[in-house]
Structure formats: structure tokens, C-alpha cells
């Protein structure tokens, strides 16, 4: 079956870097686009970044252009979520998404970034 397991959260200061990953199983992972959302305790998921199957095009919330980068690496089923100059108001739950597979979104168990002093 289908599974997205992120791992890669933690504490980091402000300014600070973390690099996110998302091992996906269960579906030919180079055929499908994925994305990074993120979401804060009662409040609606907020989409982050997309990035096509080939890599080739990539989009970014206005909120983290510049300052986060989505990759991946379709050899190793893997979707990246490389984030610089990390601000406090990025403290979210971070997921990773396969927007459709047979119709139907997937999405991980979620993985907890903090940005404190």
C-alpha cells in the first residue's frame, strides 16, 4: 500500500537550517508530483511547495520562496524539504503529500518543526 514517512523534524534557533524527508513506498514514485504542506493546531493545512515528477517544475508559497528548497531523488523514492533562515512563524506540523494516486491524495504521519530560542 501507499506510505509517505517523514522524518527530520526537531528544535533548531531562528536563522537555522533542517532538512526534511519523505520516504514514499508503495506507488512507481517517479510517475507522481508531490508537495509539502504544513499546518498549525486547529487551523487548515497550509501548502508549502510542489515539485513534478521529473523535478522540473517547482512552485513555492510566497511565505517560503526563497528561503526553502523542495527537491527530490526518484532513484532513492525520496522528496525533500531543505529550509534556511528558519523564523518562528515557521512552527508547524510539516507534511508530505502525493496529490494523486488513483484519484486520491496520501499524505504522512506528520513531523514537528519548532523555531525557538
Known amino acids: 500500500q501507499v506510505k509517505l514517512v517523514e522524518s527530520g523534524g526537531g528544535l533548531v534557533q531562528p536563522g537555522g537550517s533542517l532538512r526534511l524527508s519523505c520516504a514514499a513506498s508503495g506507488f512507481t514514485f517517479s510517475n507522481y508530483a508531490m508537495r509539502w504542506y504544513r499546518q498549525a493546531a486547529g487551523k487548515e493545512r497550509e501548502l508549502v511547495a510542489t515539485?513534478?515528477?521529473?523535478?522540473?517544475?517547482?512552485n513555492y508559497s510566497d511565505s517560503v520562496k526563497g528561503r526553502f528548497t523542495i527537491s527530490r531523488d526518484n532513484a532513492k523514492n525520496t522528496v525533500y524539504l531543505q529550509m534556511n533562515s528558519l523564523k518562528p512563524e515557521d512552527t508547524f506540523v510539516y507534511y508530505c503529500?502525493?496529490?494523486?494516486?488513483?484519484?486520491?491524495?496520501?499524505w504522512g504521519q506528520g513531523t514537528q518543526v519548532t523555531v525557538s530560542s
Open positions: 503529500n502525493a496529490p494523486s494516486i488513483n484519484s486520491r491524495p496520501y
Open positions: 515539485i513534478s515528477s521529473t523535478g522540473k517544475v517547482i
